[in-house]
């Protein structure tokens, strides 16, 4: 569901006009519009009316069905007493938007850590606030030009640092905030993550049964009562999932993708056949590269408005198969993140995230930004000026941050309010028109309860490489699966070792003898799958017919790279390519898409 408001400088309070799917034909005059539009049947919105204050409800707002007949009843019975200090304690992906008629203001919220955005923008007077930044363009008559800042920032972290957008006219709500408008706009900070951390986490190996009961009454409200597909892969966080469901008696199957008879494959076909429920495997082969990569790598990139990369696009396939035959989507997401120390530079966090927290001086780090490879993409207009920005957003992020916190927590603030959402947010809006998501992991009671104790990895050292450190990283999927589902316990991960291992003596050592063999075998960490170079093999006949964005590009340099050099920058070069398919769309490049006929929006 969509939504977009525009609020004029002086509204006329008694003129709020509320329209769904269809643009109003008489202008609102003064008053106040907001537009909600559906991008599936799942879609659907609650509009509470309590004396002259609206509340409309969009999303997927999760409650224990024990206590409330349907999720209106439910939202009513929220609304008394509310306040922004709640979102944090309800669940789901969601927004609330309030009119107080009386008190002559609007809220606009979303839930915790901002998973689903928000963008805002001011132009003639008007106040425009939507769920999506298209809209805003389409709603606004101001001329929109490109933010070399964001570029910058898209190129080295794989996306925007902080709350820029495409555009400079435009900009991101910050995570775990809300706007209001009283006379004039204000963002206004609802939760500090660092506030729930401790100076003196409790044990964890005191704190295993609490917190796995935590976990498993917590996640049992996750599941729905509808039809649902749970992922299943070789690794922790949906094998536990699976176990809670199992526990919990609900009927549902699962799916996972990859490679022909790679672990995520193999693994979780075995599962299924072990316990008896469905199974669908969504293979990236060459198959898919040839007949479906590119019209879903470009989908996932409206879906998301350049949110994410082309190398998601079976993210985008197969929501789209698993939405035929399920209404709901159960993941483990944000599990590891939330509970193993971050290590190694990938595309969720690459080297220059890293180098924030590692570097505190300005003028070295900015060397290290400007040696990244990345950069080479990039023909930036008033460079000096927008290397300038950046680090005077970076000075302020960490000027903010509340003093005494160690080099890791830090990181972890940015982690919980940055990584978070732009990370798994693209991937959560391309899969809802098929499908609501729901992750018990990012549960904010739950995280609160892992922050009381030294399991969570914001207390862990910074980039903790040591395994025996990283041990207690693993060992609460152990006793949430022994607790719901026993037999999980004895099927082997992707890992070479199995989750009971965790709970006995022998079972350590073979733990470290595994870690030991999987270094030996590894792959460098910043190289991506395999199937995602299959997909860009396939398809780099497309990517050389692309044009690139109005002097923002080194057309020179991407020809060059698509000669053989690709291979070589892989996780770069997606990237980038992302970057110029999006860029080219919405700023009108001539043949975008690498190809003589357009896709057709999804």
């Not at 999303?59 to 999720?71: A, L, P």
Request: charged content about 20%.
């Amino acid at each position: 569901m969509n939504f977009t408001i525009s609020i004029p400088r002086e509204p006329r309070w008694d003129k709020v006009m509320i329209n769904r799917d269809v643009t109003t034909s008489m202008p609102n005059l003064h008053g106040i519009d907001i537009h909600l539009q559906s991008k599936s049947p799942l879609d659907f919105a609650h509009e509470i009316h309590v004396g002259e204050t609206v509340s409309i409800f969009l999303g997927d707002f999760i409650f224990d069905r024990k206590e409330f007949v349907d999720e209106k009843s439910y939202l009513e019975a929220l609304l008394k007493g509310f306040g922004p200090g709640m979102l944090k304690h309800i669940p789901g992906f969601f927004y609330i938007i309030q009119v107080f008629k009386k008190d002559r203001h609007v809220r606009v919220f979303n839930s915790v850590f901002g998973i689903l955005p928000v963008y805002y923008h001011q132009h003639g007077g008007v106040t425009y606030i939507s769920s999506s930044l298209r809209s805003i363009r389409q709603a606004s008559p101001a001329v929109f030009s490109p933010s070399s800042l964001y570029l910058l920032e898209k190129s080295l972290f794989h996306y925007p640092l902080f709350n820029e957008t495409w555009f400079n006219e435009v900009k991101l709500l910050a995570a775990n905030s809300y706007l209001q408008f009283k006379e004039t706009l204000k963002v206004i900070q609802h939760t500090s993550i660092s506030d729930h951390y401790t100076q003196a986490p409790g044990r964890w190996q005191a704190s295993l049964d609490e917190l796995s009961d935590l976990f498993i009454s917590t996640a049992t409200i996750y599941l729905p009562r509808d039809r649902f597909v749970a992922t299943l892969t070789g690794g922790f966080d949906s094998r536990s999932i699976v176990g809670v469901a199992l526990g919990a008696g609900r009927t549902f199957s699962t799916y996972s993708y990859g490679g022909a008879e790679t672990d995520d494959i193999r693994i979780p076909r075995q599962i299924a056949a072990a316990f008896g429920f469905a199974h669908r495997t969504v293979p990236i082969d060459e198959a898919f590269a040839q007949d479906h990569y590119w019209d879903h790598a470009v989908g996932f990139l409206r879906q998301s408005e350049g949110g994410g990369n082309i190398s998601r696009a079976h993210y985008s396939y197969a929501s789209e198969i698993l939405g035929r035959d399920a209404d709901y989507l159960v993941s483990g997401n944000f599990g590891s993140e939330l509970i193993r120390a971050m290590k190694s530079p990938g595309v969720m966090v690459p080297q220059p995230v890293f180098d924030i927290f590692a570097c505190e001086d300005p003028g070295q780090l900015k060397k290290l930004f400007s040696q990244n490879s990345a950069l080479r993409y990039l023909r930036l207009v008033q460079a000096d000026e927008t290397w300038e920005r950046l680090l005077e957003e970076i000075a302020l992020f960490r000027a903010e941050l509340p003093s005494g916190l160690t080099t890791n927590q830090k990181f972890y603030v940015y982690m919980f309010e940055e990584v978070f959402r732009k990370y798994f947010g693209p991937e959560i809006l391309v899969e809802s028109p098929h499908l609501r998501h729901r992750a018990p992991f990012i549960d904010f009671n739950f995280i609160a309860g892992v922050m009381r104790t030294d399991l969570a990895g914001v207390y862990s050292r910074f980039r903790e490489t040591n395994p025996l450190n990283r041990f207690h990283g693993q060992v609460l999927y152990a006793h949430i699966m022994r607790k719901t589902c026993p037999r999980l316990l004895d099927i082997k991960l992707d890992r070479n070792y199995r989750p009971r291992d965790f709970l006995t003596h022998l079972g350590k050592a073979r733990i470290i003898a595994g870690y030991v063999r999987q270094r030996f075998k590894r792959r460098k960490m910043t190289a991506t799958p395999t199937y995602a170079s299959l997909c860009l093999q396939s398809n780099l006949d497309r990517i050389g017919k692309m044009k690139w964005g109005n002097g923002f590009f080194d057309q020179a340099f991407f020809q060059g790279q698509l000669a053989g050099g690709w291979q070589d920058d892989e996780m770069n070069f997606t990237n980038m390519v992302s970057a110029a398919l999006y860029f080219n769309e919405i700023f009108a490049v001539e043949n975008h898409f690498g190809s003589d006929q357009a896709v057709e929006d999804q």
